[in-house]
């Protein structure tokens, strides 16, 4: 189980993440969204990321779109070991929501961005 407290991740259709990740883990967790008020676990991945790039506590996001994890989880080695950025972006609302996951080359320098440009 991934501990608390949880930052569950979520961006408006159209939105993205920019951020580079120092390290990540994956595990479960028991979240409580509108469609489920009890709770449901589900898979999460938490991405740590440097405080720059999120400069309030905590500094990590959990991660639990079903259609990301496979690709993100796969991509993450890589990421951490280079060191490089990686660009999440959401099109739709849950629970149709999708998502592509992009790494940056590795000569992109930032900055880190959250939200929609």
């Known amino acids: 189980m ?3 407290p949880y ?11 920019v ?3 120092v390290s ?3 595990g479960r ?14 898979a999460v ?4 990321v440097p405080v720059e790039d999120k400069p309030h506590i905590p ?9 990301l994890i496979p690709t993100l989880v796969a991509a993450l080695p890589a990421v951490v070991a280079g060191k490089r950025w990686i660009r999440i972006h959401k099109e739709g609302i849950a629970p149709r929501a999708r998502f592509s996951l992009e790494v940056l080359p590795p000569t ?3 900055p880190a961005f959250v939200g929609i440009r």
């Open 7 to 17: 930052e569950i991740f979520d961006l408006p259709s159209g939105g993205e993440l």
């Open 45 to 48: 991945v938490r991405i740590h």
């Open 108 to 110: 992109f320098a930032g």
């Open 24 to 26: 990540f883990e994956e």
């Open 2 to 4: 991934i501990s608390s």
């Open 29 to 42: 967790a028991t979240i409580k969204p509108a469609r489920a008020p009890d709770g449901v676990e589900v």
């Open 19 to 21: 951020t580079r990740v």
């Open 59 to 67: 500094s990590y996001w959990d991660l639990t779109a079903t259609r």
